[in-house]
């Protein structure tokens, strides 16, 4: 009888044992990111102050590639930015915290947008942007067992090459220890603008996407035409927006793409400017003269809201931090910061 019942609690005890185990792989495996992503001249410093007070588990470490103009084919690593962010990641990761690392496109100086880039030559592009990735992931990608690599930000005018982008993405993932994506950039479209609506299915049908780990989206979405708004506002926004009369759903056009590729959706971007119309042009840092704390507040309140317990969405990245300059118009106020450091908490 002793040692039936000393059985029975050997088993109890390996059974319980294999259930924790499961629950906690369950939990690693299911963890959201929860990121900030840094201005190109973060300071250390104030880089890993924010990352206690956002309460995020990831960093956005961007790479400066200095490119010339919106056509030129001439670009080179900056090797203050790339040393900077080795000193940063070895001091990330002693903390456990995870890191992304992006190639980030420094157009003339940051004055232009890289949704705008327009090398005169994509076939050397594609060449010379490979190499770039190459240098990377050998010199910081693979040595500071980085999480996560960006195939490519925001190239708009080029992401239709798919051919080429998936040639990127698979060289990433062969020579890459950890996950890959690409972060393409927010669209719109209006039921009345049949032109929006062909750019928006190119975009979703774009072959790139089967390639990658997990889709990435800077969710810079054009919500609303008033400069402030309720919070249930812009949630109702989220599902038809009031701007230009566009009706966009933009819910159920980040859906599709899950749906299509069965791959999570990470916003790889999410910011508003401290000012009115912060969900007018969240991507224009001066959109208005009138600083608005709350708006900012209001519009990463409206997100949290509306995909905080969507299972498909992989998580969020805060645009931008490190750096808290008079010029810095993305940096969270303090009530943005109470809501995103609550978020997946």
């Known amino acids: 009888m002793k040692k039936k019942i000393l059985f029975l609690l050997i088993s109890l005890i390996l059974v319980l044992g294999f259930s924790i185990n499961f629950f ?3 939990e690693i495996q299911t963890e959201k990111i929860k990121s900030i992503n840094l201005s190109t001249d973060y300071d250390i410093k104030q880089a890993l102050k924010d990352v206690k007070t956002l309460k995020v588990n990831t960093v956005n470490v961007p790479i400066v590639i200095e490119i010339p103009s919106l056509t030129s084919n001439e670009m080179k690593i900056n090797e203050y930015s790339k040393d900077k962010a080795i000193k940063l990641i070895k001091k990330l990761k002693n903390d456990n915290i995870k890191v992304i690392l992006e190639a980030y496109p420094w157009i003339d100086n940051g004055s232009e947008y890289e949704t705008e880039y ?15 990735l190459s240098v990377l992931i050998k010199d910081i990608g693979n040595k500071y067992d980085v999480d996560i690599m960006i195939a490519g930000s925001n190239f708009t005018v080029l992401e239709p ?12 993932k062969e020579n890459f220890n950890g996950e890959v994506t690409y972060k393409t950039s927010w669209w719109y479209t209006a039921s009345w603008d049949e032109e929006s609506i062909k750019k928006y299915n190119a975009k979703l049908n774009n072959k790139l996407f089967s390639k990658v780990d997990f889709i990435s989206i800077a969710a810079y979405f054009e919500l609303s035409g008033k400069s402030e708004n309720k919070v249930n506002e812009l949630v109702n926004y989220l599902s038809s927006t009031n701007i230009y009369n566009r009706n966009q759903n933009v819910v159920k056009e980040i859906n599709n793409f899950y749906k299509k590729y ?7 971007e999410l910011g508003f400017p401290r000012k009115n119309n912060a969900a007018t042009h969240p991507w224009d840092s001066n959109v208005s003269s009138i600083y608005n704390d709350k708006e900012q507040a209001r519009c990463f309140e409206a997100y949290k809201k509306v995909f905080e317990d969507k299972n498909y969405i992989k998580g969020f990245s805060v645009f931008a931090v490190g750096e808290k300059g008079n010029d810095k118009n993305f ?5 943005s910061i109470e809501v995103i450091s609550s978020w997946y908490n």
């Open 331 to 335: 940096y969270p106020s303090k009530e």
């Open 118 to 132: 327009n090398p005169s030559d994509k076939k050397s592009f594609f060449k010379d942007w490979k190499n770039i």
């Open 161 to 172: 090459y798919e051919d080429e982008w998936c040639n990127i993405i698979n060289y990433v």
């Open 262 to 268: 069965k791959k999570e959706i990470y916003f790889g």
């Open 24 to 26: 906690k792989k369950d």
